[in-house]
């Protein structure tokens, strides 16, 4: 059984794929667990902190799939799928990818979360990369940047699976398959 302080970032992170940071609410999670805000503000003081919470084990998590996906025998496909797999397995069918959605808030997110939202961007694009580049025999093609492609059309892909409640991810693997085969 998941203790409370977990049970709070889950809900939240919960929140910020549905709806956003800057949406969402002590108010909303207070009453999810019947509980009064000042509960939740003994296991955050700040919304602050619970985002750098959500943001942590976000890290976790892609950390955890970097070592597991560094260790694999598996293909350059086999492994995009892979991490599409797992990082989908945290959130629900038309949900938002946690990151792009704390992306999208970057704005109104406190500088703390900036800084550890950039750290995941960097680790994601790690991940991507280190998966890429073992499909890539041609020192002259610029694996950072395939990277980055392949990262926003799985990423876009799930904008559009929301909005017309579709599931569009076969196709875009397809496609980066034949893009990384070229």
């Known amino acids: 059984?998941?203790?409370?302080?977990?049970?709070?970032?889950?809900?939240?992170?919960?929140?910020?794929?549905?709806?956003g940071y800057s949406s969402f609410t002590y108010d909303e999670i207070s009453k999810h667990f019947g509980v009064t805000k000042a509960s939740i503000h003994y296991h955050f003081e700040k919304k602050e902190d619970l985002g750098l919470a959500v943001l942590n084990q976000l890290y976790h998590e892609l950390l955890s799939l970097k070592s597991?996906?560094?260790?694999?025998?598996?293909?350059?496909?086999?492994?995009?799928?892979?991490y599409r797999v797992d990082r989908s397995s945290?959130?629900?069918?038309?949900?938002?990818?946690?990151?792009?959605?704390?992306?999208?808030?970057?704005?109104?997110?406190?500088?703390s979360m900036r800084q550890k939202l950039?750290?995941?961007?960097?680790?994601?694009?790690?991940?991507?990369?280190?998966?890429v580049s073992?499909?890539?025999?041609?020192?002259?093609?610029?694996?950072?940047?395939?990277?980055?492609t392949i990262l926003?059309?799985?990423?876009?892909?799930?904008?559009?699976?929301?909005g017309m409640q579709a599931d569009f991810f076969p196709d875009i693997l397809y496609g980066l398959t034949r893009l990384l085969k070229n």
């Open 118 to 131: 950039k750290e995941i961007n960097e680790l994601e694009l790690s991940i991507v990369a280190d998966i």
């Open 68 to 82: 597991e996906l560094r260790q694999s025998s598996k293909s350059v496909e086999e492994k995009l799928h892979q």
């Open 1 to 19: 059984m998941e203790n409370r302080r977990t049970q709070i970032i889950n809900l939240a992170a919960a929140l910020i794929r549905k709806k």
């Open 90 to 111: 945290h959130f629900a069918e038309y949900d938002l990818c946690p990151i792009s959605s704390l992306q999208s808030d970057y704005e109104v997110l406190p500088e």
């Open 152 to 162: 926003a059309a799985m990423k876009g892909t799930r904008l559009y699976n929301r």
């Open 134 to 148: 073992e499909g890539i025999t041609d020192p002259s093609v610029n694996v950072r940047a395939l990277a980055i």
